[in-house]
Nanobody, 119 residues
Framework: IQLVESGGGLVQAGESLRLSCAAT????????MGWYRQGPANQRELVAE???????NYADSVKGRFTISRESAKNTVYLQMNSLKPEDTAVFYC??????????????WGQGTQVAVSS
């Protein structure tokens, strides 16, 4: 099982980035796929999620700026981040869960990709 993130980098405030999470060993369309982030001295927090049923959830801080999507043919999940702010600076992690009967059949994490936004 592998979740490989890519697309991070250093940008200026107001610019955009698109993160990718390529999965092997699981099927993203059958999983709840999430993007989390962890900034300096912060706990890891959920940024966006797309459930196996296609329901989208976003943190209030990114609503209207970030969009999560998936491409089944490539077994990949994306996070389009627009109007980036310095407070978005963090390591972004991809997560895959498959809930079943009240528990997660699996819960996998990628290695993370750094996003840095300068003012």
């Amino acid at each position: 099982i592998q979740l490989v993130e890519s697309g991070g980098g250093l940008v200026q405030a107001g610019e955009s980035l698109r993160l990718s999470c390529a999965a092997t060993g699981i099927i993203v369309s059958l999983s709840n796929m999430g993007w989390y982030r962890q900034g300096p001295a912060n706990q890891r927090e959920l940024v966006a999620e797309i459930t196996s049923g296609g329901i989208l959830n976003y943190a209030d801080s990114v609503k209207g700026r970030f969009t999560i999507s998936r491409e089944s043919a490539k077994n990949t999940v994306y996070l389009q981040m627009n109007s980036l702010k310095p407070e978005d600076t963090a390591v972004f992690y991809c997560n895959a869960k498959r809930p079943y009967m009240g528990r997660d059949l699996y819960d996998y994490w990628g290695q993370g990709t750094q996003v840095a936004v300068s003012s």
